[in-house]
Nanobody, 123 residues
């Protein structure tokens, strides 16, 4: 069982920032493709940021310039820094791990998922 545990969500105002964390294991952070997704009820899970390599991530157009994904291998933790939040960013946010070609924003590319952390942005 791959372990992924998200934290850092909350309720904020539009324009505020949040920094999400995803605690995982050494084997996952060193060997798996890793990404952040989000989902609102009634819609498919949407890829937000996906690591192409250890330092570079690919982003969804809707979050480019506002969100930054990073990894701290020493702490076995992923981060998603979210700035200038908008009401449309409201969703459950998940970190995910998979195998194959890294950098995909497609849900089908990832096999392992955390339980999610809720983000709510008020206008």
């Amino acid at each position: 069982q791959e372990q992924l545990v998200e934290s850092g969500g909350g309720s904020v105002q539009a324009g505020d920032s949040l920094n999400l964390s995803c605690a995982t294991s050494r084997s996952i952070i060193n060997t798996r493709c890793l990404a952040w997704f989000r989902q609102v009820p009634g819609k498919e899970r949407e890829g937000v940021a996906s690591f192409i390599n250890s330092t570079t991530a690919r982003y969804a157009d809707s979050v480019k310039g506002r969100f930054t994904a990073s990894k701290d291998n020493a702490k076995n933790t992923l981060y998603l820094q979210m700035n200038t939040l908008k009401p449309e960013d409201t969703a459950m946010y998940y970190c995910a791990a998979g195998e194959g070609i890294c950098g995909s924003l497609a849900q089908r590319s990832f096999k392992y998922w955390g339980q999610g952390t809720q983000v709510a942005v008020a206008s």
